[in-house]
């Protein structure tokens, strides 16, 4: 069974500055990887996915995140944050669409931007 | 392009009471998906849906029921509501491998 480990509850970080969200996932198999943001009150946004190819996605919002199977990660990062990415992310593993595409979402990261 | 929509948005329930939260979906998509989201927890997978006529039970799926009709309606029922299910309910809907499209959700206080 897969499994998602999001080690950080919380993070603040100063606009500007770069931001690095960490993900560790438990999947045997090559795993279908997804970061995904909340904003308060509202559904999630898909931000990025990895499959299969290059292990570094970009994504919407400026964001990237990379694939590190050696480690079972996939951080996500931004190079310089902004006011309006204060949200919570989750990172979400899958087994692909022949066990139904479905996900299993670790426990969130609240971001918090301090100006 | 309305994506995925959830009615209603927010609802109090009285224990014992049953309700249908009902999503559609209008992206012609054959998977979709009921989640829970409790703070701290993340969101759990309640029941899913392959294709119309096709559903099968997630990681907490006591006390909810669904049905898929049609490719893009896939209500949940709750019947005989407790506390325990006061929660954020999230529809999603995806297709092959692709990442899910989230309603707005329903936010459901059982009292």
């Known amino acids: 069974a897969q499994s998602v480990t999001q080690p950080d509850i919380h993070i603040t970080v100063s606009e500007g500055a770069s931001l690095e969200l960490r993900c560790n996932y438990s999947?045997?198999?090559?795993?279908?990887l997804f970061w995904y943001v909340q904003s308060p009150g509202q559904g999630l946004q898909l931000l990025l996915k990895?499959?299969?190819?290059?292990?570094l996605v970009q994504g919407i919002k400026g964001f990237e995140a990379e694939f590190k199977r050696s480690q079972s990660s996939f951080n996500l990062r931004k190079p310089s944050v902004h006011w309006s990415d204060a949200a919570e992310y989750f990172c979400a593993v899958g087994a692909g669409p022949e066990y139904g595409n479905k996900l299993v979402f670790g426990a969130g990261t609240i971001l918090r931007v301090k100006s | 392009n309305a994506g995925v929509t959830q009615t209603p948005k927010f609802r109090i329930l009285k224990i014992g009471q049953s309700m249908t939260l009902q999503c559609t979906q209008d992206m012609n998509h054959n998977y979709m998906y009921w989640y829970r989201q409790d703070p701290g927890m993340g969101l759990k997978l309640i029941y899913y849906s392959v294709g119309a006529g096709i559903t099968d039970k997630g990681e907490v799926p006591n006390g909810y029921n669904v049905s898929r009709s049609t490719t893009e309606d896939f209500p949940l029922r709750l019947e005989l509501a407790a506390p325990s299910q006061t929660s954020v309910y999230f529809c999603?809907?995806?297709?092959?491998?692709?990442?899910?499209?989230f309603g707005s959700g329903t936010r459901l206080t059982v009292v």
């Open positions: 999603a809907s995806s297709n092959t491998g692709g990442g899910y499209t």
């Open positions: 990895y499959f299969s190819g290059d292990t």
């Open positions: 999947y045997g198999a090559t795993p279908y």
